[in-house]
């Protein structure tokens, strides 16, 4: 925003709404703002923070960050031509589950069972289960989908994949999950899970890989987008920003705890590596 000549304090004022990973909190918080005559909703979070807003006001231009398709979702008409009063960018963090899963494979080849964490209010966890299931059915891999929307539900699907003997854990994105980060990465290294996650922060903070888009460049091309609207363009004239861009990162620290050797080929292939 800065880069278009918005300063906070200055010439911007951002009032903050936060639900704290409870999703029923949306529609108020969405509702308070509109109440607010807010020239502007930037939300993130996911498709269901956007889609509260959408359902709050149909003026109030609305940018969002998603990671799911924002036409199938119902956010926006087309990519290339939103319509209405939102648009915004498309992160790919689903449809990386087949990646996620090759990559822990290399790490781990012998492992027999490998479990996948998802949070079913995410809209599409369940095609990011079934494309993570399809691509172990093809190079003979288990996988049992686990479902979790409560740090409950986490610890009962931990129990599961420890009565199942599961050897490896990947954990589909949602916002839920990255505020149970640091519960996530503690309970992993208790049960002796490997990890694999969708943001580099969950690795940052001490877990084993992550593959998906850099959020901080999405994040950027969000706020890039605000100051578009602040200047007086309509979301109908900015079409969807479809990130391309992916990253794995690895640390070496967690790995070391778990006792393992970081293949040279997935050295190779790291965009970061945390000493």
Known sequence: MSEAGYVEGKNVTIEFRWGGGQYDSLPELAADLVRRRVSAIVTVGGTETALAAKAATGTIPILFVTAGDPVREGLVASISR???NV?????IFFSLGPKQLGLMRELLPN???FGLLVDPRIASAESQADETEAAGRAMGQRVLVLRARTERE???????????????LLVVGSPF???????LITLAA????????????LVETGGLMSYGTPTAESYSQLGNYAGKILSGFKPADLPVIQSTKFEF???????????????????????????
Request: charged share 20%; no cysteine; glycine share 8%.
């Open 82 to 84: 939103p319509d209405g």
């Open 87 to 91: 648009t915004g960018v498309g992160m």
């Open 111 to 113: 492992v027999d069972l």
């Open 154 to 168: 986490i610890d009962a699907a931990f129990a599961t994949l420890v009565r199942q003997r599961a050897g490896a």
């Open 177 to 183: 999950f990255f505020t149970q980060a640091h519960y």
């Open 190 to 201: 208790r049960h002796s899970l490997p990890a694999m996650y969708f943001r580099r922060e």
């Open 249 to 275: 990162v690895i640390n070496l620290q967690t790995a070391k705890a778990f006792g393992l050797t970081i293949p040279s080929g997935l050295l190779a292939i790291a965009d970061e590596v945390i000493e």
